[in-house]
């Protein structure tokens, strides 16, 4: 399995983005996909979690209200949208997925399939 991630890009406080989680090869095999991401100097933190199929969400507190995770009617990819976008959100979003468990999770050392990150800016 692979995963992509895109949609990033720049924006201005109150804007909106939304970014997608594409998964390429077994896709039958994932369970979960998490958003994490990571601003410069500091640790990569938990944004988001969702089965699969996009029907259980679970969201960081900074982000509930703001950001909601939702899938194409196709089934891929899995989209974040992200509303009302703060200057605190500028970091490098990861899209990451697991294979087994649960529930949706916000432990990344749970997930064993990492995309490469794409870049938002959110402009004060």
């Known amino acids: 399995v692979q995963l992509q991630a895109s949609g990033g890009g720049w924006v201005q406080a109150g804007g909106s983005l939304r970014l997608s989680c594409t998964a390429s090869g077994n896709t039958g095999s994932i369970k979960f996909v998490g958003w994490f991401r990571r601003t410069p100097g500091k640790e990569r933190e938990f944004v988001a979690a969702?089965?699969?199929?996009?029907?259980?969400?679970t969201y960081a507190n900074s982000v509930k209200g703001r950001f909601a995770i939702s899938r194409d009617t196709n089934g891929n990819p899995l989209y974040l949208q992200m509303n009302s976008l703060k200057p605190s959100d500028t970091a490098i979003y990861y899209c990451?997925?697991?294979?087994?468990?649960?529930?949706?999770?916000?432990?990344?050392?749970?997930?064993?399939?990492w995309g490469q990150g794409t870049l938002v800016t959110v402009s004060s």
């Open positions: 990451a997925a697991r294979r087994s468990g649960l529930v949706p999770t916000s432990r990344e050392n749970e997930y064993d399939i």
């Open positions: 969702a089965t699969w199929t996009g029907g259980i969400t």
